[in-house]
T-cell receptor, first 116, second 117 residues
Framework: DAGVIQSPRHEVTEMGQEVTLRCKPISGHDYLFWYRQTMMRGLELLIYFNNNVPIDDSGMPEDRFSAKMPNASFSTLKIQPSEPRDSAVYFC??????????????FGDGTRLSIL | AQKVTQAQTEISVVEKEDVTLDCVYETRDTTYYLFWYKQPPSGELVFLIRRNSFDEQNEISGRYSWNFQKSTSSFNFTITASQVVDSAVYFCALSEGITGGGNKLTFGTGTQLKVEL
């Protein structure tokens, strides 16, 4: 079975540019999560969706960040304009709600973002 | 608020040694879930195990074992006869159950395990 698929794996861009990260969750999973990992702050939850609807975006650092989930198989995280401090590894994860509540989140391989 | 503490920043062992990674958590929820994830040098996050707050039965899976003690709010992870391939960052995570299913995870800061020959 295919896992969570993220693209691109690596992104290097200049400050001020728009960055779009993409995620395809595992088929049948109705929860999708976006995380950011940095040395300073560790793994932080940015936003999560349930059935394509954003439920909690309290972790989104500022208005430059936005996320969408137009359908059950695709989500984007956009940064506009990007800044050097946005450099991090961004992970997408998905899980399903059927059955017990202890469903694990399955993570993609991450996107390593560098803003110059 | 939920909190996960992994006091060990880095552990180095020699291959074949046993190693225990500590995890202490704080939560006011009566129902909660604990997880361990592994992040090898390649960077991906791999799910290892989950436990719910009602299941204190410890588990052994091959060289891995887990010790969940609700009385001390600890969920420790032991690797027996460690191997070089076990070198990774290990994260403990606590979930806040979301109504209707799914979990919002709070991660610890991770423990870097280095297994040397």
């Amino acid at each position: 079975d295919a896992g969570v698929i993220q693209s691109p794996r690596h992104e290097v861009t200049e400050m001020g540019q728009e960055v779009t990260l993409r995620c395809k969750p595992i088929s049948g999973h109705d929860y999708l999560f976006w995380y950011r990992q940095t040395m300073m702050r560790g793994l932080e939850l940015l936003i999560y969706f349930n059935n394509n609807v954003p439920i909690d975006d309290s972790g989104m650092p500022e208005d430059r960040f936005s996320a969408k989930m137009p359908n059950a198989s695709f989500s984007t995280l956009k940064i506009q304009p990007s800044e050097p401090r946005d450099s991090a590894v961004y992970f997408c994860a998905s899980s399903h709600s059927q059955g017990a509540k202890d469903q694990p989140q399955h993570f993609g391989d991450g996107t390593r973002l560098s803003i110059l | 608020a939920q909190k996960v503490t992994q006091a060990q920043t880095e552990i180095s062992v020699v291959e074949k040694e046993d190693v225990t990674l500590d995890c202490v958590y704080e939560t006011r929820d009566t129902t909660y879930y604990l997880f361990w994830y592994k992040q090898p040098p390649s960077g991906e996050l791999v799910f290892l195990i989950r436990r719910n707050s009602f299941d204190e039965q410890n588990e052994i899976s091959g060289r891995y074992s887990w010790n969940f003690q609700k009385s001390t709010s600890s969920f420790n992870f032991t690797i027996t006869a460690s191997q070089v391939v076990d070198s990774a960052v290990y994260f403990c995570a606590l979930s806040e159950g979301i109504t209707g299913g799914g979990n919002k995870l709070t991660f610890g800061t991770g423990t870097q395990l280095k297994v040397e020959l």
